[in-house]
T-cell receptor, first 115, second 115 residues
């Protein structure tokens, strides 16, 4: 079974600064995908970024980038130029094997961006 | 293009009753997944449907069931409600071009309270 661990229950950052959220995972599979989702107070889960494990290049989406360390099973999210709208709960998630539609989520990190 | 639509947004039921939640996926999306979110257990996968067939199932009792219709709309049903079933129920859809690791697009959820 896969597990996803987010060791930071809460983080805070000043507007325009950079923050990194940590995530580690455990799996015996070779082919898998990793995700970061954000859940603002509206409760809707929004995809931030996706990383395919067979790709060595780290995924980026505008101000969001990941540091994917496959051997260490680490998948951190860096948010640059933080904005007030980035305030949300962030979830790291894993999908692999034949897990159709199934994401295994971490416990989440509450990120607060201060003006 | 309209997003994933879940109805109703809020629901209050009493123990022993049953409830049906509805999910309309993004147009063209053929896979629908369901998740339960609680403060204690976090986000947990319930089941996934594709072309009216359940392809994957999480570790929930048989009181939790679902189905998918030919237009990809999905419903989930919980029978004999228990207090512990109080949760936010999230539905997600995907194109399912490859089956695993697809980007999931979530609805805003149905908040179920069991009294």
């Amino acid at each position: 079974a896969q597990t996803v661990t987010q060791s930071q229950p809460e983080m805070s950052v000043q507007e325009a600064e950079t923050v990194t959220l940590s995530c580690t995972y455990d799996t015996s599979e070779n082919n898998y995908y990793l995700f970061w989702y954000k859940q603002p107070p509206s409760r809707q889960m929004i995809l931030v970024i996706r990383q395919e494990a067979y790709k060595q290049q780290n995924a980026t989406e505008n101000r969001f980038s990941v540091n994917f360390q496959k051997a260490a099973k680490s998948f951190s999210l860096k948010i640059s130029d933080s904005q007030l709208g980035d305030t949300a709960m962030y979830f790291c998630a894993f999908a692999g094997g034949t897990s159709y539609g199934k994401l295994t989520f971490g416990q989440g990190t509450i990120l607060t961006v201060h003006p | 293009k309209a997003g994933v639509t879940q109805t109703p947004r809020y629901l209050i039921k009493t123990r022993g009753q049953q409830v049906t939640l509805s999910c309309s996926p993004i147009s063209g999306h053929r896979s629908v997944s369901w998740y339960q979110q609680t403060p204690g257990q976090g986000l947990q996968f319930l089941f996934e449907y594709f072309s009216e067939t359940q392809r994957n199932k999480g570790n929930f009792p048989g009181r939790f069931s679902g189905r998918q219709f030919s237009n990809s709309r999905s419903e989930m049903n919980v029978s004999t409600l228990e207090l512990g079933d109080s949760a936010l129920y999230l539905c997600a859809s995907s194109l399912d071009a490859t089956g695993v690791g697809e980007k999931l697009f979530f609805g805003s959820g149905t908040q179920l309270s069991v009294l």
